[in-house]
């Protein structure tokens, strides 16, 4: 979370955030009052500021971060290794799968970490759909365990995010020139957005070729359907 004061941007893991945050840095006129890396609102929501998210497909980061860990980086990798899961990451055919069906299982919440497990699985939630809820939700954990047994996920989500802009990994250079030019021109200094990009600069990726990935199993992709509807909600 990067916190600017009137601009705040909240930065998904694996969504370019690194990129984002050099971004915001270089041009944004303001000045960084608050960083914390991938940091939560614990507070309410300050309803003067214009908060900002990135994500990324579902698919797409979820295999970011399996080839993530295929280099033993990342904290999901460190998490899962303690727990002697280190198997999960192999270059061969089906590892990727396999990966998938343990990280989309329930039984499984508490491997993954950063508080995953306390989230009631009735709830049928996702990992990167929880960690999209994470920074889409001020108070976050304390917002989604009040959900009305009523009230469907999806719509409760929409109703509580605090997120008033979202820019798409897979077209990140053009959501934020589109930020800083035509959403909110005032906040950036135009000739740096201009020269930023003049320097050609590029997105961090794992080193791993994405070759090692494979197909995805057709029940991996229902599982994905049903598991990360929160995220898969943006793209529709």
Known sequence: MHDFGKLVYLDLQKTGSTFVSRFLNETCTLSLIKESKHGRIHSRRDR???????????????????????????????????????????????????????????????????????????????????????????????TLLRKPKNVDLLEYAREKSIVNHVIFNETLNQGLKALATQVKPEFFDQQKVIDFFAKGQRVNESTTSKETIGEIADDVQELIKNKERILLSLYS
């Open 48 to 142: 003067t500021a214009f908060y900002v998210i990135t994500v990324r497909h579902p698919i797409s980061q979820y295999s970011s971060l399996f080839r993530y860990g295929l280099d033993r980086q990342g904290a999901l990798y460190d998490r899962l290794a303690q727990r002697g899961n280190a198997d999960l990451y192999a270059r061969e055919p089906g590892a990727f799968n396999r990966w998938l069906r343990f990280v989309l299982q329930d039984e499984n919440a508490a491997a993954l970490g950063e508080g995953f497990e306390r989230i009631p699985r009735e709830y049928n939630l996702g990992f990167l759909s929880y960690r999209y809820l994470m920074l889409s939700l001020a108070q976050p954990e304390k």
